[in-house]
């Protein structure tokens, strides 16, 4: 495994564990000057790599979908849907255990903070995964305001518009199109794909590809929406750690969780 001869090589620890497995001891420094200590077992599927606290030293959540820990106890350090990281060669293996390192950071900030610190975070579950993908590349290509709004995660669709989605960044219209693709008016007209509002409420048609992509946008934010709603219903009966604020799991907080980093 390319991950033992890398993980050495930085000064870690490295120890078998389970026929192909790893066991790492990570000490991972912090911009405040802490350093804390990791221990980390690591699978491998081919070159694909999975990785997840040893449970006899855990510092972490066993379980936390906030904290991108899920319910096996392993990271979701990225979709591997889109963002495989095989680990193929020593540059592969640095670069994913530099994930892993980040990973861990972040972990200590979203104790701190209580919420995940940043939005360079999948979706909870593959399914609301794939529609973020999918809403993310229609705003890549319409523009720098969607881009950026959807990376906040400021964007929301609305239905029950005379038979449209509305998009909005908070309150505010941004573009309507209609819930049904390919609409013809009596006469048998094509109608709009999508209607864009502007400066004092007015409505652009908007033609082509850009109303492909504002209709492909607006479908997979309703989408993702109900599968991230699915998730949660799914794991309703999971116990919540209480490291994060307004998690959709805290009504089943235990008594005796502790205050885990």
């Known amino acids: 495994m390319h991950l033992r001869e890398c993980a050495q090589n930085r000064g870690f620890d490295v120890e078998g564990h389970g026929g192909d497995g790893l066991l790492l001891t990570l000490d991972v420094p912090h911009v405040d000057g802490i350093r804390l200590q990791y221990r980390v077992v690591v699978s491998a599927d081919g070159p694909y790599l999975c ?20 319910a096996d106890g392993s990271f979701c350090m990225y979709w591997p849907g889109e963002q495989s990281f095989a680990v193929t060669d020593p540059v592969s293996a640095g670069n994913w255990l530099n994930l ?13 903070q209580r919420r995940w610190p940043n939005h360079e975070t999948w979706a909870h579950g593959s399914a609301a995964a794939r529609q973020q993908l999918r809403a993310e590349r229609a705003a890549e290509k319409l523009g720098l305001e969607l881009k950026a709004a959807i990376e906040a995660r400021d964007l929301k669709a609305s239905h029950d518009f005379g038979g449209t989605l509305r998009v909005l960044i908070g309150d505010r219209p941004l573009f309507s199109v209609w819930k049904s693709p390919n609409r013809f008016d009596r006469s048998g007209h094509r109608l709009t794909c999508a209607c864009e509002f502007g400066s004092g409420g007015k409505r652009n048609s908007s033609h082509g590809q850009r109303a492909k992509l504002l209709e492909e ?31 959709p799991l805290q009504k089943n907080s235990g008594e005796d969780n502790d205050n885990t980093i």
């Open 51 to 70: 990785a997840l606290e040893d449970p006899l030293s855990r510092r972490l959540p066993e379980f936390c979908p906030e904290r991108h820990i899920v």
């Open 100 to 112: 892993l390192l980040n990973f861990l950071r972040l972990q200590r900030r979203a104790a701190k």
């Open 217 to 247: 946008m607006a479908q997979a934010l309703v989408m993702w929406e109900a599968d991230e709603k699915r998730f949660w219903v799914c794991h309703q009966d999971k116990v919540c750690c209480g490291t994060i604020d307004n998690c």
